[in-house]
């Protein structure tokens, strides 16, 4: 299967160097996502070319990260586009900048030729001579006010992150709003802003007690997870084999459905179940995995840190995770070991099954490190 443009650029770059890097991350994302992983061998044990590049499952997993991404740059750039005060058509400039073909293993058996469709964006920079947002510091006169608020009345930010803490003063009369102008200077809107607004667009260590796993930390999990889906509802498989169990048939031992809900005596899901169904299912099922981080976790970490520590512990089990080296080295920061140097070695550790390293494993710790320490979703 060819890989596609962007991921080529990506892992030709100096950045892909750095192990550590957003770059690195994304680009083993795509690969985890692109390369399952479906080595064979044949009767001499010599390593032959698979018959199919991914299951449908694997494919339609890979399709929906390369549209997230897609949606992920539109709002991005739309935003880009409004702090300057500019409007723009983000539609018109989406292109398909190539087909990737692949070979789909269906969920009967079958191989279907299929392709994976890369979209691009095309965007030039907002006008630097166009409107333009700011943010302007108001200081009214009064026997409540400082001189170091009284000195920064009128004073224009042109960045969020350039604004100072506003002082919390008896009758304090500092405020900010947040302005349109235009090339001259001239003020076309004005609304009032709260730092309440920029607190929260930064990533803030958290107390672990009170903190749920986010959106896109299911998201995550659930292309870790992956599913059997027909006729666009979630079926029952063998978790073994990936492959849907028949209406009729007996559920075989590990039965599963949604986005890896092993099925429990008294459950019955043979008419399969909704998006919806699935997702509640999963966060029903993440909850243990959630306990044992809050748990075991005492330093304040970020919400992007949580999600992959609960994908960690939801993979390996609450036990495991607790007596982990993982827990020891984010908890004391002073913590070291000689089996595992890093935080990230004790992290990659746990890559084994039955006793065997196994290269699903070894890709699934790297894409949670790199939510972990880059917030690479």
């Known amino acids: 299967m060819k890989t596609p443009q962007f991921l080529r650029q990506i892992m030709s770059s100096p950045a892909y160097m750095d192990k550590n890097s957003k770059a690195y991350a994304m680009a083993e994302r795509y690969l985890n996502l692109l390369y399952p992983g479906m080595a064979q061998t044949d009767a001499t044990g010599r390593m032959t070319e698979p018959e199919y590049d991914m299951t449908l499952t694997q494919f339609n997993k890979a399709q929906d990260a390369l549209e997230a991404a897609l949606e992920a740059a539109k709002q991005e750039a739309e935003a880009e586009y409004e702090e300057a005060g500019q409007e723009i058509d983000i539609e018109a400039y989406v292109e398909l900048e190539e087909t990737i073909?692949?070979?789909?293993?269906?969920?009967?058996?079958?191989?279907?030729?299929?392709?994976?469709?890369?979209?691009?964006?095309?965007?030039?920079?907002?006008?630097?001579?166009?409107?333009?947002?700011?943010?302007?510091?108001?200081?009214?006169?009064?026997?409540?006010?400082?001189?170091?608020?009284?000195?920064?009345?009128?004073?224009?930010?042109?960045?969020?992150?350039?604004?100072?803490?506003?002082?919390?003063?008896?009758?304090?009369?500092?405020?900010?709003?947040?302005?349109?102008?235009?090339?001259?200077?001239?003020?076309?809107?004005?609304?009032?802003?709260?730092?309440?607004?920029?607190?929260?667009?930064?990533?803030?260590?958290?107390?672990?007690?009170?903190?749920?796993?986010?959106?896109?930390?299911?998201?995550?999990?659930?292309?870790?997870?992956?599913?059997?889906?027909?006729?666009?509802?979630?079926?029952?498989?063998?978790?073994?084999?990936?492959?849907?169990?028949?209406?009729?048939?007996?559920?075989?031992?590990?039965?599963?459905?949604?986005?890896?809900?092993?099925?429990?005596?008294?459950?019955?899901?043979?008419?399969?179940?909704?998006?919806?169904?699935?997702?509640?299912?999963?966060?029903?099922?993440?909850?243990?995995?959630?306990?044992?981080?809050?748990?075991?976790?005492?330093?304040?970490?970020?919400?992007?840190?949580?999600?992959?520590?609960?994908?960690?512990?939801?993979?390996?089990?609450s036990d495991a995770f607790k007596k982990s080296t993982v827990v020891q080295y984010i908890n004391n920061p002073d913590f070291t070991s000689s089996k595992y140097p890093s935080l990230e070695s004790a992290w990659g550790a746990w890559n084994k099954s039955g006793g065997r390293v196994m290269p699903g494993l070894i890709k699934r710790r790297d894409y949670e490190f790199g939510i972990y320490s880059t917030s690479a979703y």
Request: aromatic residues 4%; negative net charge.
């Open 101 to 317: 073909d692949v070979r789909v293993l269906m969920p009967l058996g079958t191989i279907e030729n299929k392709q994976l469709e890369v979209y691009t964006l095309d965007i030039p920079e907002p006008e630097d001579d166009a409107l333009k947002k700011v943010w302007r510091w108001h200081s009214e006169d009064g026997d409540n006010t400082c001189d170091e608020c009284a000195s920064r009345d009128g004073e224009i930010y042109d960045s969020e992150d350039d604004i100072p803490e506003i002082p919390v003063h008896p009758n304090c009369r500092c405020s900010l709003t947040e302005d349109i102008i235009d090339p001259d200077g001239h003020t076309l809107s004005s609304k009032p802003y709260s730092p309440k607004a920029k607190e929260e667009k930064n990533e803030i260590e958290k107390d672990v007690k009170n903190m749920k796993m986010s959106d896109d930390g299911i998201v995550a999990l659930k292309q870790q997870e992956g599913s059997v889906k027909q006729d666009g509802k979630h079926v029952v498989y063998n978790d073994q084999t990936g492959k849907p169990v028949p209406v009729d048939a007996p559920l075989p031992l590990g039965a599963t459905i949604g986005y890896g809900h092993l099925i429990k005596p008294g459950e019955d899901f043979r008419g399969g179940i909704t998006e919806d169904t699935a997702t509640q299912l999963l966060r029903n099922d993440v909850a243990a995995a959630e306990r044992a981080v809050q748990d075991n976790i005492t330093a304040p970490i970020t919400q992007n840190q949580y999600d992959a520590l609960v994908m960690l512990a939801y993979n390996i089990g």
